[in-house]
């Protein structure tokens, strides 16, 4: 039957605009993964839009387990493509873990994390927080109010453990990175100890994301960093406080991307065009007329095939703001963005983000060339398909010219210092000389050889 409404829906819209000029597609019937955050909204409103069909293609959407199942899914053929973290095609890519090569014509937001402690690890970091005139607690908080609490239980010889997604997430570096910019050591990696908890004050461990606030409350972990709306579901729960979001922390910062294999790519060239401009017109939709669509986003999102958190929990971010402590709710019209400020183009300076911090905890564990960095970050994002969609979209009457970046290099302006939580300016351009910029983590010929830093 569903098969069926597909069909009828595809007949529907033979008479629309965005067919008038259908690509001759190498391959229509697509299997897409995700993992439930809200986050993967892009995909569910291609499809619930009609944006996939509209384009000829007839795909199915497929939550999934974890981010490595999801992963291997890609690697191996099961799914077409998928939601996936930043740093998975550029891991893979450059053989950390799984080796293959995936590349990205498409990144999916900007910001939309958060990093939650438990209610007993806020009360414990309240007395090192300045409060505003009303009283309540100043924003953006940092990870120095943590640090006595980290100390604390050093000196009980209780570890502190933090939760994130997995090794190679924006999470792990976001929470990384607050850590680091606030004293407390993360820890290392090596080639031959990949728990990243080599020399850490805080000890960092992965949790699949919609585990988190269960994982939170059983106090096997004292915090997290993960996307929406699990964090929000910690605040509804009543068992933590968000004390900063990603956006606080590197504002307007990249999040995931829609990967697929060079494979997939190559042997698929027109469906890949046609996937990307569904993906742009469902990003478009999402924040087009000042998130006036954001509701609708929401209720679909709640559904059960998709996030399948409550309606409540996932409005309190998609929709504008965001909820710190019970009551305590602000205005963050940006928390979630998915096409404002070309935040679809996959920029190589944000892969080479990635990558710096890749090589800052050791997971890139010998020294490399700037022009490595640039060289890996156009081997796996893609923005001339990005441009080449985008193009046809404009051609149609889909899209508007002037809101595309069709003379960048790939590299944005440097990001500055006051938009940074440890005010330092990152410039994609100098990956070697950012990494020098930063007193925590490895640069230079430095080196992970056992527990010890060398070089």
Same mark, same amino acid.
């Given at each position: 039957?569903?098969?069926?409404?597909?069909?009828?829906?595809?007949?529907?819209?033979?008479?629309?605009?965005?067919?008038?000029?259908?690509?001759?597609?190498?391959?229509?019937?697509?299997?897409?993964?995700?993992?439930?955050?809200?986050?993967?909204?892009?995909?569910?409103?291609?499809?619930?839009?009609?944006?996939?069909?509209?384009?000829?293609?007839?795909?199915?959407?497929?939550?999934?387990?974890?981010?490595?199942?999801?992963?291997?899914?890609?690697?191996?053929?099961?799914?077409?493509?998928?939601?996936?973290?930043?740093?998975?095609?550029?891991?893979?890519?450059?053989?950390?873990?799984?080796?293959?090569?995936?590349?990205?014509?498409?990144?999916?937001?900007?910001?939309?994390? #958060? /990093?939650? !402690?438990?209610?007993?690890?806020?009360? %414990?970091?309240?007395? +090192?927080? &300045?409060?505003?005139?009303? =009283?309540?607690?100043?924003?953006?908080?940092?990870?120095?109010?943590?640090?006595?609490?980290?100390?604390?239980?050093?000196?009980?010889?209780?570890?502190?453990?933090?939760?994130?997604?997995?090794?190679?997430?924006?999470?792990?570096?976001?929470?990384?990175?607050?850590?680091?910019?606030?004293?407390?050591?993360?820890?290392?990696?090596?080639?031959?100890?990949?728990?990243?908890?080599?020399?850490?004050?805080?000890?960092?461990?992965?949790?699949?994301?919609?585990?988190?606030?269960?994982?939170?409350?059983?106090?096997?972990?004292?915090?997290?960093?993960?996307?929406?709306?699990?964090?929000?579901?910690?605040?509804?729960? #009543? /068992?933590? !406080?968000?004390?900063?979001?990603?956006? %606080?922390?590197?504002? +307007?910062? &990249?999040?995931?991307?829609? =990967?697929?294999?060079?494979?997939?790519?190559?042997?698929?060239?027109?469906?890949?065009?046609?996937?990307?401009?569904?993906?742009?017109?469902?990003?478009?939709?999402?924040?087009?007329?000042?998130?006036?669509?954001?509701?609708?986003?929401?209720?679909?999102?709640?559904?059960?095939?998709?996030?399948?958190?409550?309606?409540?929990?996932?409005?309190?971010?998609?929709?504008?703001?965001?909820?710190?402590?019970?009551?305590?709710?602000?205005?963050?019209?940006?928390?979630?963005?998915?096409?404002?400020?070309?935040?679809?183009?996959?920029?190589?300076?944000?892969?080479?983000?990635?990558?710096?911090?890749?090589?800052?905890? #050791?997971?890139?564990?010998?020294?490399?060339?700037?022009?490595?960095?640039?060289?890996?970050?156009?081997?796996?994002?893609?923005?001339?398909?990005?441009?080449?969609?985008?193009?046809?979209?404009?051609?149609?009457?889909?899209?508007?010219?002037?809101?595309?970046?069709?003379?960048?290099?790939?590299?944005?302006?440097?990001?500055?210092?006051?938009?940074?939580?440890?005010?330092?300016?990152?410039?994609?351009?100098?990956?070697?000389?950012?990494?020098?910029?930063?007193?925590?983590?490895?640069?230079?010929?430095?080196?992970?050889?056992?527990?010890?830093?060398?070089?």
């Amino acid at each position: 039957m569903k098969r069926l409404l597909l069909s009828l829906a595809a007949t529907t819209a033979l008479a629309s605009p965005a067919m008038a000029e259908m690509l001759e597609l190498e391959k229509d019937e697509l299997t897409f993964g995700f993992i439930k955050l809200t986050d993967m909204a892009p995909l569910a409103v291609a499809y619930e839009q009609g944006y996939f069909l509209d384009e000829g293609l007839f795909v199915t959407l497929e939550a999934q387990a974890n981010w490595k199942v999801l992963l291997d899914g890609v690697i191996d053929g099961q799914l077409d493509g998928a939601h996936m973290l930043a740093g998975q095609p550029l891991a893979a890519t450059i053989g950390y873990g799984t080796e293959a090569h995936i590349v990205t014509p498409f990144s999916m937001d900007l910001n939309g994390n #958060g /990093i939650t !402690v438990s209610n007993e690890i806020w009360e %414990e970091m309240k007395p +090192n927080i &300045p409060v505003m005139e009303d =009283g309540r607690p100043q924003h953006p908080i940092s990870a120095e109010a943590l640090a006595p609490v980290v100390d604390k239980y050093k000196s009980e010889g209780k570890p502190f453990n933090m939760g994130m997604v997995f090794p190679v997430s924006t999470h792990n570096y976001e929470l990384r990175y607050w850590l680091a910019a606030g004293g407390l050591h993360p820890g290392f990696y090596s080639p031959d100890n990949v728990t990243g908890q080599i020399g850490a004050d805080v000890f960092l461990s992965v949790t699949p994301p919609p585990q988190m606030p269960a994982t939170l409350e059983a106090d096997t972990i004292y915090g997290y960093c993960v996307g929406e709306p699990w964090n929000q579901q910690a605040v509804f729960k #009543g /068992i933590g !406080v968000p004390v900063i979001t990603d956006y %606080e922390l590197w504002k +307007n910062n &990249p999040e995931k991307v829609f =990967g697929i294999t060079a494979e997939f790519a190559e042997e698929y060239p027109n469906t890949t065009l046609a996937v990307t401009k569904a993906l742009i017109r469902a990003a478009m939709w999402l924040d087009e007329n000042d998130n006036a669509n954001r509701p609708e986003a929401v209720e679909i999102l709640s559904r059960p095939e998709y996030v399948g958190a409550d309606y409540d929990v996932i409005a309190n971010s998609m929709t504008g703001t965001f909820e710190y402590e019970k009551g305590d709710k602000r205005e963050v019209p940006d928390f979630n963005v998915f096409f404002r400020y070309n935040a679809t183009y996959p920029f190589y300076s944000d892969a080479v983000w990635y990558l710096t911090q890749m090589r800052r905890w #050791g997971q890139i564990a010998e020294a490399k060339p700037d022009s490595w960095y640039d060289e890996v970050a156009k081997s796996v994002y893609k923005p001339e398909i990005y441009l080449d969609a985008a193009r046809m979209l404009v051609d149609e009457g889909l899209a508007d010219e002037a809101d595309f970046p069709w003379d960048s290099d790939g590299y944005k302006a440097p990001t500055q210092p006051e938009d940074i939580i440890d005010g330092i300016a990152y410039d994609g351009s100098t990956p070697n000389a950012y990494l020098e910029s930063l007193s925590i983590g490895l640069k230079g010929d430095q080196k992970i050889v056992g527990s010890d830093v060398q070089g």
